[in-house]
C-alpha cells in the first residue's frame, strides 16, 4: 500500500522525468542524481530517458513488477530488460549508448524470450519452475525464445485457456525465432 511518504518521493522523481522509487536510496533527490546518472552514462538524451521511462512505466503497470534500474523490471519469476531507445537489442545499462550492442545473452538456468525476431527487442527472463508465467504485454506477434536451463529441461507454452501448445526440446535449445500471437503462459520448468 502507498504511503503519503511514497506518493510524495515517486512525484517529486517523476517531476525529474525519470520514474517512482526504482533503487532503494535515502531521499528523492539520491533517485533522481541516481536515475540521471544512469541516463547519463548510458548517453540518453532527455527524451529518449522520458520515452525509455515511459516503456518501463507500461511494463510494470501491466505486470505489477517493480523497476530495478533505468531499464529493467522485476516481475514474478524473473526480469524484463527494455530496450533503450535507438538500439535494437535489450542491454544493462552500464556504459555509453552503443547503436552496434549484440544481443544480450539468455542466463543459465532461464528461458529467455524477446519481442522481435533474432533476439531483439524487450527481453524477458524467467526461472521460476512449476508457474505459468504470463508473458509480457503487447507481445502479440514475432518474436524469438531460449530454453538455456539445466541440461535436458523443457519449457512449455500456453495459450490463453492454459492448454498446453508447444513443449520446447531439451535445453540447452536456441535461440529460435517464434511466433507469441497464440502464446499466452510459459512455464519454464
Known amino acids: 500500500m502507498r504511503t503519503s511518504h511514497r506518493a510524495a518521493l515517486a512525484a517529486a522523481v517523476a517531476f525529474a522525468g525519470l520514474s517512482a522509487a526504482i533503487v532503494p536510496t535515502n531521499s528523492a533527490a539520491d533517485t533522481r542524481s541516481a536515475f540521471t546518472d544512469q541516463a547519463v552514462r548510458a548517453g540518453l538524451t532527455a527524451a529518449q530517458a522520458d520515452g525509455l521511462r515511459q516503456r518501463v512505466d507500461a511494463y510494470v503497470d501491466a505486470t505489477g513488477g517493480r523497476r530495478i534500474a533505468l531499464n529493467k523490471i522485476a516481475v514474478k519469476g524473473g526480469t524484463i530488460l527494455v530496450t533503450v531507445p535507438g538500439e535494437t537489442y535489450a542491454r544493462e545499462l552500464n556504459g555509453v549508448l552503443d547503436r552496434t550492442a549484440v544481443a544480450a545473452s539468455c542466463p543459465y538456468l532461464y528461458f529467455c524470450g524477446w519481442k522481435g525476431a533474432n533476439r531483439s527487442g524487450d527481453q524477458w527472463n524467467v526461472s521460476d519452475c512449476g508457474v505459468q508465467q504470463e508473458i509480457p504485454d503487447g507481445w502479440n506477434s514475432g518474436g524469438s525464445w531460449q530454453n538455456n536451463q539445466s541440461s535436458g529441461t523443457r519449457a512449455r507454452m500456453y495459450n490463453k485457456n492454459h492448454g ?26
Open 164 to 189: 498446453l501448445i508447444y513443449t520446447t526440446p531439451p535445453a540447452p535449445y536456441g535461440p529460435v525465432n517464434g511466433d507469441w500471437g497464440p502464446v499466452w503462459y510459459v512455464r519454464a520448468c
